[in-house]
C-alpha cells in the first residue's frame, strides 16, 4: 500500500469520524417539537426489552431502529435485529416513558444517541448522514462477493452467522463464503412443536442447504437459553425459568440429560436427512465435558442408522463451539473426537470474565478485548495449527474489525459474522498485511485491560475507508 493510499485512506475516515461526532453532539441536546407519525410510515420501536420473538415479528414491517430501556449489547435478539439490517440502542433508562407514540425519534446506530422530537436543523443532519451511509455501504456491496485477501496475499474465509430463513434472501449477495453459524432455535420461535417435527425441520434445513449450492452450512444443535425458553411448548419451561442462575444452567447440549427424545434425536435426523443436498456440518453448543460429545456421537450413530435409507452416505463433520474455559484448556482432548472448532466469543467472554452478557448493569464488565478472553483464542488457535484441525471464530467480536485483526494476527483464518458486517470486513481486511497484524496481536497479550488492549489497537490499526 503507498503512502499516498494510506495517507488519504486516513484522512478520509477521519472526516467521516468529524460527521459522525458532529451528529452525536447534536443527540445530546433535549428537543420537544412533537410532530404526528401515521401508522403506515417507517417507524423505531421503543420498547422495555427486546425478545427474539419480538424481532420475528418485526421482519415484514418498515422499522428502521429499537431502543430498548433493558438488555445487553450482546443478546441473542439484539445480535439477530442487527443481523436484518436494524440498528439497535440498549440500556436507556425511562425511555418508554420520555417517549410517547406520535413522537419523531431520531436515533444514530453508531455512536449510541437518541433525539426526541428533533429541531428542523437537527432532522435535516440525521437525514445528510443517513444518505452518506446508504452511498457508501453501496459502494461496498459491491465488491462484496470479492476474495478478502490481505496485501501479502493471505486468503481470509467470511463466513455468516444466521437465525432465520428470510435471510436466505440476501445472504449470497452479501459476500459469505459459507454459513459458519446456523441458530437452528430461531426455527422455533413462531412454531414451537417444530422442536419435534423431523419433517419440517427437514424441509428449512433442506432450503438453506440448497440455497447455499455447495458452500459449507455448520448448523448448530439447539441452544435454548434463558432468553428463548418460553417460546417452547414442551410443558417443561420451568425447568430453565426457575433456576437461580440459568445461564450456567440446563442449555445447549445438556439438553441430552432430558430432551434427547424430544428435541436432540428429532433436529438431529432432520439435518441428517438434509445433508445429502450439500455440504453440511453438525456443531454443538456449551460443550464442557468430554463425555457429552461421546454421548453424542453415541445418538448420532443411532440416528443415521434408524434412518436407513434416508441416511446420507457418509457422516456429516461434527464441531463444538468453544465458549466455556474446559473446553479451551481441554482442546487436545476434544481433538479426538471432533473434525473441526469454531471459538464462540459472545459466550466464552461471559464466562471467562464471569458476566451475564444479557443484565445491563454488569455490561461495562463484558468485553472481548480483555486480555484474559485474548489469551484463551490464541491458545485454541495455536492448538488446532499445530494438529491441522480447522478452527473459525464466530460470534460479535469477529464482527468488530479491531478484534478481527487481533484473531488474524493469531493466526485465524475464518471468521463468521453478521450477513451485515460482511463487505465491510472484507473491505478492512484488504488493507491489512498479516505480518504487521501478528506484531500487533502479540502485543496486545502484554496489557492488563480491555481498554488498554483498545485503545493500542485502535491507534495502530489501518482501517480505512475509501
Not at 111 to 137: D, E, M, S
Not at 182 to 190: N, S, V
Amino acid at each position: 500500500m503507498t503512502d499516498e493510499l494510506s495517507s488519504k485512506m486516513k484522512n478520509t475516515f477521519e472526516d467521516i469520524k468529524d460527521v459522525g461526532n458532529l451528529i452525536c453532539s447534536y443527540l445530546d441536546e433535549e428537543e420537544t417539537y412533537i410532530t404526528d407519525i401515521p401508522e403506515e410510515k417507517p417507524f423505531i420501536l421503543i420498547t422495555d426489552i427486546l425478545t427474539p420473538s419480538l424481532v420475528s415479528f418485526l421482519v415484514n414491517s418498515d422499522v428502521k431502529g429499537v431502543v430498548t430501556e433493558l438488555g445487553g449489547k450482546t443478546s441473542h435478539a439484539v445480535i439477530l435485529s442487527e443481523s436484518l439490517g436494524v440498528p439497535v440502542i440498549v440500556d436507556t433508562p425511562d425511555i418508554t416513558d420520555q417517549v410517547k407514540t406520535g413522537d419523531v425519534v431520531g436515533m444514530d446506530g453508531d455512536c449510541g444517541k437518541i433525539v426526541i422530537n428533533p429541531t428542523k436543523l437537527r432532522l435535516k443532519a440525521l437525514k445528510r448522514l443517513q444518505k452518506w451511509h446508504k452511498r457508501f455501504y453501496n459502494r461496498l456491496h459491491r465488491e462484496a462477493k470479492k476474495y478478502a485477501k490481505t496485501i501479502d496475499n493471505v486468503k481470509i474465509n467470511i463466513w455468516a452467522n444466521i437465525e432465520l430463513i428470510s435471510e436466505l434472501n440476501y445472504i449470497i449477495d452479501s459476500g459469505a463464503e459459507g454459513i459458519g453459524l446456523y441458530r437452528t432455535e430461531f426455527i422455533f420461535l413462531d412454531n414451537p412443536d417444530r422442536s419435534s417435527d423431523v419433517e419440517q425441520q427437514y424441509d428449512i434445513y433442506r432450503s438453506v442447504v440448497t440455497e447455499m449450492s455447495g458452500r459449507p452450512v455448520i448448523f448448530r444443535m439447539v441452544d435454548i437459553g434463558v432468553d428463548k425458553v418460553p417460546y417452547f411448548s414442551d410443558g417443561k419451561a420451568e425447568t430453565w425459568t426457575e433456576e437461580a442462575n440459568p445461564a450456567l444452567g440446563y442449555r445447549g447440549i445438556r439438553l441430552i440429560n432430558g430432551h434427547r427424545n424430544e428435541i436432540i434425536i428429532p433436529q438431529l435426523k432432520a439435518i441428517l436427512k438434509a445433508s445429502a443436498y450439500g455440504h453440511v456440518k453438525i456443531m454443538l453448543p456449551m460443550v464442557s465435558l468430554i463425555e457429552e460429545v461421546v454421548e453424542f456421537i453415541r445418538l448420532l450413530e443411532i440416528s443415521m442408522k434408524n434412518l436407513g435409507r434416508e441416511a446420507p452416505s457418509r457422516r456429516p463433520s461434527l464441531g463444538i463451539m468453544l465458549e466455556t474455559p474446559s473446553s479451551i484448556l481441554l482442546i487436545d482432548k476434544f481433538a479426538k473426537y471432533v473434525d473441526f472448532f469454531s471459538i464462540g466469543t459472545n459466550d466464552l467472554t461471559q464466562y471467562v470474565l464471569a458476566v451475564d452478557r444479557n443484565n445491563a448493569r454488569v455490561a461495562y464488565m463484558w468485553d472481548h478485548f480483555h486480555p484474559a478472553v485474548l489469551s484463551l483464542v490464541k491458545q485454541a488457535l495455536d492448538y488446532s495449527k499445530k494438529i491441522d484441525i480447522p478452527i473459525g471464530i464466530c460470534g460479535e467480536a469477529a464482527g468488530d474489525p479491531f478484534a478481527a485483526a487481533i484473531f488474524i494476527g493469531f493466526g485465524a483464518n475464518t471468521l463468521s459474522l453478521s450477513p451485515g458486517r460482511i463487505a465491510e470486513m472484507k473491505h478492512f481486511i484488504r488493507q491489512w498485511d498479516t505480518e504487521e497484524l501478528k506484531v500487533l496481536a502479540d502485543e496486545v497479550l502484554n496489557f492488563e485491560t480491555a481498554e488498554q488492549v483498545r485503545k493500542f489497537i485502535k491507534g495502530k490499526l489501518k482501517v480505512g475507508i475509501l
